[in-house]
């Protein structure tokens, strides 16, 4: 299917592995023009091949917890054009019991996960209301909507996520304004972070990795309908397709892209 976003240019923040990578190669393969985006230049010198040979790319590093560095990349990318697409890919877990998430923790995970979100968006949306067109979405996650006792700051990160989309897209009402905002949220994907993760835990208890992972999402996501983990590709098509100027009537909303975790109507 054609999204029709040949030439356009999008920004997708942590860029260079898991769902972010796989998007901005979606993209590239439809003609966009992608900036990557990493905390990291060694991160960015990893990908930087690969995906230059898919289309026209630019690389950009910029900590999205630190205000000057997000304004530096966002005025560095209003010099190769307009900002057609803006991805709030970023995003940090881990788990800790709530008695031990400290003030600091709670800060650090709020400017991972949330903070960064409102700093592209505070800086792109004014100039793509100006412009009248632009494309936003913000990757919450499922446990926005059904939060984990053993990741409450991450959950009210991501549930925080969702509310600003929806409040940001408050500011594009209007019959003839053509900026769309939507938030999506991927159930359990298998990304190099947990993959990582499972490797260590099957290291430390010798059974074999397949088996494992095949059981960790069903034991511990037992509401999931597809009965695995999603991989980054199919939340990225998900993702890909609103951010397509063919999806206008979608504003505001938060898709689900979960195989049905969360059990609801």
Known sequence: MDLAIKGHLALITGSTSGHGKALAKILLEEGARVVVNSFSDEELDQVRDEMSALGEVFFIRADVTKNDEVTHMMDEIYKIGELDILVNNVGYWRDDDFWDITDELWDRMFQLNFYGTVRTMRYALPK????????????????????????????????????????????????????????????????PTEINWHKEVVAQKGVDYDEYVDNFIVTAEPTTLVQRYLQPEEVARVVAFYLSPLTTPTMGTAIIADGGMIHHI
């Open 128 to 191: 793509m209301l100006k412009r009248n067109y632009g494309r936003i979405v913000n990757v919450a996650s499922e446990i926005a909507f059904k939060p984990s006792g053993a990741q409450a700051h991450y959950s009210v990160c991501k549930t925080a996520v969702v509310s600003l989309t929806r409040a940001a897209a408050q500011t594009c009402r209007g019959k003839d304004v053509n900026v769309r905002i939507n938030s999506v949220l991927p159930g359990g994907m298998l990304t």
